[in-house]
């Protein structure tokens, strides 16, 4: 096979410069956001007592889960041995990378003592799983650090298999600890499942897996470089075969809550009478998370829908999160079964919750965050390959 | 070129001898002001007080937090029930006995977020 | 075989020593039964757990527990209602089917298993010796995974600036806080206020004790009298148990 090539973008252009600038606006308004909201305290903010995960937390967790499962193509590289995503593998960690640091930016600047992070990092209580959390993504980073070290320094490049392993495993492990985030919950019914654990693992090959693709297309599309349809059919199939099992999961969540009785009112919220919730779900995770990219992927041929159908997933996926994480909460609590309930705190009703413009903003500026990183980063280290042409790529044993 | 050197930091030791003129001077080095309200004997020396306040304060608040032990000798309530102004009736502020000093050495204190910096009369008879 | 009398002196003493040593193996820990409020140089001890009973077909409109808790924690409204901060409600219940109408007051539960201390990333949220469950603020960095974490929606986050707190009960912005069983209180002897408050002003439903206490008032009417807890199904052991629910 032949060797690959991988160079630096040249990053010279007004073009980039300009995206540098759109990115570096967006990542300074998420900062005066999480000042702004620090400052004043979170009254400022749509979040509150009933509501206390909000938009900043929807955008936090698709980065986060995003991040473990952008890995998946470099894994397949080095774990599976398949020779043609191994042009890829450096993009995959570098964007896992870049992924992870946007969310977790988001995360912290969110939190009501941000200072407090030192605090945070020397003070651990191992029942808890966003302490275990904590460790998983800061290991993560120096794995996958690693990771990107056998990549790139030839001498090294024999340990690229296990240090990929490891990678691999390390990131089923913190995503299924993102999932049991809300899997641990005993008190709300719409968590409080062993499912989501695995339900995340998947969602996050299938949101690594878009965002990777629409960042590929544009790096080689405005540097030039050649994109041939033998990577890129893989990567469509691949993302088609997650779409569907994305789709499987929230089926079999649903369909056996039905078969519960319990579990009925819970239901009847999300599918039916959730009025945002519900509409989120059918149309944003469904329709366009689910149905809309599959007919996408498979009907067609052209890059434009692959391109079309990777931003309907991301679009999808932040729909589904919406549903779950806020959904998840304004759906009230059961204390007190076959009776109604009211109280000055917002008990026994639908809590009430429209995301602020602090919030957002934090929020797009953690995903600017991701971007930009990744930008500047391609400019400093060659992480993109000079060609994925048909003919440059390894053949078609991969 | 030595010659130089050495005048520029004449110069810059001189300055700063000036720049401390505005505070107490205790020999060359300023200190801060702190009024200490209530004289008479403190928890322990001033000395050790000084040195030792913070290490006492965060040893005795898990103590106080996590096991509910409140020797009345450790209460920051008590700190502050001695040492707030009696102007002020706070310890923060311009010449508040906390900030006085932690704002001469920029070290910024949160204890008072959430804390009261205010003695208060207590209703209810105290052990 | 025959010890002589000095062994035999000599075991007794040991003996003596052993029992004087174990009785007080270190400040605070004690194997005698605390027989009244300990002093505050003892540590909060296992033998006694704190809890509240509450009758509520003795509970009205009346909302006696709520001011008096908000007065004596320094519980401010901001007129925000779904934000400002509350340690205790009255909750309405109605049977769906049979109409039949309720009110009761609801506070943290002081669980012995509680989900917010299981899920609190740096310890924060914790359960102390003798069952009161706290948040030690100088820990919490305002995460919430608590409030989501607890059956009861019993804690808030603070979403703003807090001043002209009570000298007993720091608050603070950005920290997630609840019902402290009025431990300032409690541990100079006194009762929470809002068991205070209705005793005094209301429907005399609310008692206070030690649940380990064979001999407290709450403990003789637990052993004799029906009661039960919010979500036993969770298996929680709550500290606040409740009667006609």
Partial sequence: MARIHYSEIEGRSGAYLALLAVLGALVLGGLGAAWYMEHNGHYVTGMSNRIVWGMPHVFAIFLIVAASGVLNVASIASVFGRDLYKPLARLSGLLAVTLLAGGLAVLVLDLGRPERLIVAMTHYNFKSIFAWNIFLYTGFYAIVAVYLWTMFERRMNDYSRPAGLVAFVWRLVLTTGTGSIFGFLVAREPYNSALLAPMFIIMSFSFGLAIFVLVLMAACKWTGRALGDVVLNRLRNLLGVFVAAVLYFAAIHHLTNLYIARQHDVERFFLWEGGIYTALFWLGQVLIGGVVPLALLFGTASRRAFAAAAVCVIAGGLAQLYVLIIGGQAYPQMMFPEKEVASSFFDGVVAAYAPSLPEAALGVGGMALALVLTAVALKVLPFLPKSLADGDVGGAAA | MMRIAAGIVAAVLALAGVADAGEKQLGRVAVPAVKIEKGGACVAPTGEMRRNHMKMLLHQRDRTMRQGLREPRFSLKGCVDCHASRETGSVLGKDGFCSSCHEYAAVSIDCFECHSPNPQKRTAARP | ?245
Avoid at chain 3, 97 to 113: D, F, I, K, S, V
Avoid at chain 3, 121 to 149: N, Q
Avoid at chain 3, 217 to 235: G, M, N, V, Y
């Fill in chain 3, 1 to 245: 075989m025959n010890p002589d009398r000095r062994q035999f002196l000599g075991w007794g003493a040991a003996a003596v020593a052993g029992a004087a040593a174990v009785t007080t193996l270190a400040p605070g820990f004690r194997l005698i039964e605390l027989a009244q409020a300990r002093s505050p140089q003892e540590a909060a001890s296992k033998l006694q757990r704190w809890g509240l009973l509450i009758d509520i077909t003795k509970c009205s409109d009346c909302d006696a527990c709520v001011t008096a808790c908000h007065e004596e924690n320094g519980v401010n409204s901001h007129g925000r209602s779904e934000t400002d901060a509350q340690w205790i409600r009255k909750v309405s219940l109605r049977d769906k089917r049979t109409g039949y109408a309720q009110t009761l007051p609801l506070m943290c539960q002081h669980c012995e298993h509680p989900p917010c201390v299981d899920v609190c990333p740096t310890g924060a949220s914790f359960k102390r010796e003798d069952g009161i469950v706290l948040v030690d603020k100088h820990t919490c960095i305002g995460c919430r995974y608590c409030v989501m974490a607890c059956p009861y929606g019993a804690r808030s986050f603070v979403h703003e600036t807090v001043s002209g707190q009570k000298a007993d009960v720091p608050r603070g912005k950005g920290t997630v806080e609840a019902c402290t069983l009025c431990v300032h209180r409690v541990d100079r002897g006194e009762t929470p206020a809002c068991v205070e408050a209705c005793n005094k002003d209301g429907g005399k439903a609310m008692a206070f004790g030690d649940l380990n206490d064979r001999d407290s008032a709450i403990h003789k009417r637990l052993r004799t009298e029906p009661s039960s807890q919010i979500r036993a199904d969770l298996a929680l052991n709550t500290g606040v148990r409740y009667q006609g629910l």
